[in-house]
């Protein structure tokens, strides 16, 4: 399975301002010396050595995680931000397309469906949508957001062949188990993961840990236990999450130990914030390989979640 990111921030879309793309440039330029631009070979070595949050950028759209499944037209989506308008934009332009979209919502809190009124695929007559939620009321809180004065387009005016599942027990697609465990969150909110087996991943946005996430309980062993990748709300620092107590998101160190405590191999730091530049949110990482360093927390890799990137299992 492939999996990819569309977007990664928790809230609204945060676009990178040009403030903050000036500020990128003049932090590179003070690192310039005449050396670096003598030859191509100084330049290239003088931009190899630039700290990864001067590149590009993390990202600004809102949560849409994508896995492409090996050997099968069928794609599994997790969460339908606006992140999910770049997805579509990128199928347009490949040659084989899914014929069948599964979108999982973890619930339905308003960045977390933005984007289904402008997923370019949900416009296609041939293609067949098939939407999963624990919510009885999601197909209610989907056509809503579709209705005047909102939008001018409604969800029926969408060609696309469209069901809706409520969900009471995991279900396969395409020899994939798609299983489903509550997490702590305002209105509630659900992660999935996906067990082929021969991998697990995991993704659990919206929650904010606590002790009873950490209990080795039969429930939680069976779910979190040795999974491959999870992708984690990890929206604040730890000082953040304690002011912010009850708002249903997570500190990083918390994923870090949540992910040591269940023996998970990779975690992928997910929802930031979005008054966060990439500065900060490189720098939350950095302090999270030091937290595990100094905890002696072993057999753990930390990545950021970043749009465009992709995990292979």
């Known amino acids: 399975m492939q999996i990819r990111f569309w977007g990664v921030r928790g809230s ?28 191509p070979g100084s330049r290239e070595r003088f931009l190899a050595g630039l700290p990864p949050w001067l590149f590009g950028s993390v990202g600004g759209n809102s949560p849409c ?9 069928e794609i599994i989506i997790f969460d339908a931000g606006s992140g999910i308008r770049e997805l579509g934009l990128a199928i347009s332009k ?18 977390h469906i933005m984007g289904i009124p402008f997923f370019s695929p949900a416009y296609d007559s041939s293609v067949r949508i098939n939407f999963y939620s624990l919510f009885a009321s999601m197909e209610t809180a989907l056509n809503d957001q579709m209705t005047a004065p909102y939008f001018p387009i409604h969800m029926d005016s969408m060609p696309s ?20 465990h509550k997490l702590n969150h305002p209105g509630d909110s659900y992660s999935y993961k996906l067990d082929d087996g021969k991998h ?25 236990s040795e999974a491959d990748v999870i992708v984690i709300d990890a929206q604040y620092t730890l000082g953040e999450a304690i002011e912010k107590y009850n708002w249903g998101h997570s500190a990083f160190s918390l994923a870090v130990d949540f992910a040591a405590n269940w023996n998970i191999k990779h975690v992928v730091f997910f929802h930031h914030d979005p008054t966060y530049d990439d500065h900060k949110l490189f720098t939350i990482l950095q302090s999270a ?21 992709e995990i292979c299992l």
């Open 65 to 73: 995680v994508s896995v492409h499944l090996d050997n099968t037209d």
């Open 200 to 224: 697990k991943f995991i993704y659990a946005t919206d929650t904010e840990l606590s002790a009873d996430d950490f209990i080795k309980n039969d429930e939680n062993s069976s779910y979190f």
């Open 161 to 180: 062949k469209k069901f809706y599942c409520t969900m009471s027990a995991p279900v396969t697609i395409s020899g994939v188990t798609v299983s489903y």
């Open 94 to 111: 490949e040659k084989t397309k899914p014929s069948k979209y599964h979108i999982f919502f973890s619930h339905f809190h308003w960045d």
């Open 12 to 39: 609204l879309p945060s676009p990178l301002l040009p403030s903050q793309i000036r500020s990128k440039i003049s932090a590179v330029l003070e690192r310039l010396t005449p050396g670096d631009l003598e030859s």
């Open 289 to 309: 390989k030091w937290y595990t360093e100094r905890l002696n927390i072993s057999g753990i890799k930390l990545s950021l979640a970043i749009e465009g990137m």
